[in-house]
């Protein structure tokens, strides 16, 4: 994620304005849910054991949360998700969003309930291996109790039918009271989701400890196109019953194919009116950048046309990025541009996806450096919890300095003493732990330059040679998987072959302004 001011300096902490009040919405017709949407139902991409079984004693509940130590109450315990199926419609008129959620999981206990991730939303419907089974709704849980109960190591489906106007989450201090998560657009929608805002949009086990392959199907009115994670099918057009018109209406489904293994949080869907380029880049990783018109008429750097910018950037970075981390780990880089606003204003921040990063407006190129180091630091080699934040963040940071640098502006060494420069030692901006940063200042700036400070200061003390190899290890070693601090500390003391406890204790651990070392 990089965080844009929305006025100030980049130091600084954004000054968001305030809320915008719900758009006024016409008497709405028609029920709050479908009993079908054209080109809407639920596909179990796998078949699904048999649960075998009637419940026993052997057999419990899934747990409610991962016990992630930020957010204790995302996630959910006792099956893995391999797969999502998003059959989805969404009618900008209404703000409306209905769908059915396919998840084809396997079971990792006894299962007598289990339960999904959902904020807000109304549930028509859910079945597990195609037969009815109850469910019950507390707060952003949402329990399922199948027939049977599923055996450990039992892969089975549940396809949730679901509908109603995503929440957009508002106020948050975790990210400085930004608006994130499911946000409408003027003629759609814009969706960034990090840390916690995928289930607000889709019944999904939320954490980032839980990664799978997707498969999305959207329909929207026509004239408007809709883009996801992955890569495209041909578009059908036909008609569309949405749930809140009293007739169908002409509409186009898209569909989205991602087999990239990813967390929730980094999966989107984006819809409205999109420019679309496509390609490879110079070393050949495949290229989708779709950019809103609206976004296109604004000034780029160097006068060029806005969608020629965002593709080049991308494509430079993606090709500089495997020479220096290693091979490209997703099906295709790119980006999605929107006209986001929020109360008039352009969101304030760019967030990685999976493949094609975010972005509301015209962003500097070291923002879309950051946002493509990420694909490699964060998305590939993810955190196993939310406390390991600065493992994306700074290693995304560290990455834009060195674009910078290379494109002829500061050194990396020089950025990281100004950072340094900038904090005296009774600035709070130090009581910021780098490694357990806390929930309300896990995005802050200390996540960001200190720790891309930290890992320059790494650099300069093992040299570049071993540096470079074990960023290229790091990433190589963990590339698909979930990682902790511990294990980054560990090899790099492995790859320069130096005691670097007492470094880690002072940068990673420890709160205070160290001397320079």
Request: negative net charge; aromatic residues 20%; charged residues 15%.
């Given at each position: 994620m990089s965080i844009t001011p929305w006025r100030g300096s980049e130091h600084g902490v954004p000054h968001l304005p305030p809320a915008r009040p719900p758009r006024a919405r016409r008497r709405l017709p028609g029920r709050l849910l479908p009993v079908a949407v054209a080109a809407v139902a639920a596909v179990a991409l796998a078949p699904a054991a048999s649960a075998g079984t009637a419940p026993s004693a052997r057999f419990t509940p899934g747990a409610p949360g991962v016990g992630d130590p930020y957010f204790p109450g995302l996630g959910n315990g006792g099956y893995d998700v391999g797969h999502y199926r998003l059959d989805l419609a969404y009618d900008p008129g209404y703000d409306q969003l209905d769908g059915t959620a396919t998840l084809t999981a396997r079971a990792t206990q006894d299962l007598s309930a289990f339960n999904l991730d959902l904020s807000g939303m109304d549930v028509e419907k859910v079945t597990v291996d195609g037969r009815k089974a109850n469910h019950k709704r507390r707060g952003t849980e949402l329990t399922v109790t199948p027939r049977h109960g599923l055996r450990s190591g039992t892969t089975f489906t549940v396809a949730v039918t679901y509908g109603g106007v995503p929440r957009t989450i508002v106020g948050s201090p975790i990210?400085?009271?930004?608006?994130?998560?499911?946000l409408h657009t003027e003629d759609g929608a814009y969706v960034g989701a990090e840390p916690d805002g995928a289930s607000t949009w889709f019944p999904s086990n939320d954490h980032p400890s839980d990664k799978a392959s997707y498969d999305?199907?959207?329909t929207v009115p026509e004239g408007l196109g809709a883009v996801a994670n992955g890569v495209p099918a041909e578009p059908r057009k036909g008609l569309a019953s949405f749930s809140r018109r009293r007739a169908a209406t002409k509409a186009t489904t898209y569909g989205w194919h991602s087999a990239d293994q990813m967390a929730t949080y980094l999966a989107t869907i984006d819809i409205g009116k999109w420019d679309v380029k496509t390609g490879r880049t110079p070393g050949g990783v495949p290229m989708y950048v779709a950019i809103d018109p609206e976004v296109r008429k604004l000034p780029a750097p160097g006068g060029v046309d806005p969608l020629d910018y965002y593709y080049d950037?991308?494509?430079k970075s993606t090709d500089l990025w495997v020479r220096t981390y290693g091979r490209y780990p997703f099906s295709t880089a790119g980006a999605i541009v929107d006209d986001a606003r929020f109360n008039g204003e352009p969101l304030g921040f760019s967030l990685?996806?999976?493949?094609k990063p975010v972005y509301s407006a015209i962003r500097p190129d070291r923002t879309i450096a950051h946002e493509m180091a990420h694909q490699w630091f964060g998305n590939a080699v993810a955190p196993k919890n939310w406390q390991q934040i600065w493992l994306n963040e700074s290693f995304a940071r560290w990455s834009?300095?060195?674009?910078?640098?290379?494109q002829g502006g500061n050194?990396?060494?020089?950025?990281?003493?100004?950072?340094?420069?900038?904090?005296?030692?009774?600035?709070?901006?130090?009581n910021v732990v780098i490694a357990d940063p806390k929930r309300d200042t896990m995005f802050h700036n200390r996540e960001y330059h200190g720790g891309a400070m930290v890992l320059q200061f790494l650099r300069e003390r093992i040299g570049d040679e071993k540096f470079f190899k074990l960023l290229r290890t790091w990433y190589a070693q963990n590339a698909g998987g979930n990682v902790v601090?511990?294990?980054?500390?560990?090899?790099?003391?492995?790859v320069s072959g130096q005691d670097l406890s007492g470094f880690f204790t002072t940068w990673l651990y420890s709160p205070g302004r160290p001397p320079l070392p």
């Open positions: 990210v400085f009271g930004s608006p994130y998560g499911f999305f199907s959207i950037t991308t494509a990685e996806t999976n493949g834009n300095w060195y674009w910078t640098e290379l050194t990396v060494a020089t950025e990281a003493r100004n950072t340094y420069n900038l904090h005296p030692a009774d600035d709070p901006w130090w601090t511990e294990q980054f500390t560990a090899l790099a003391q492995q």
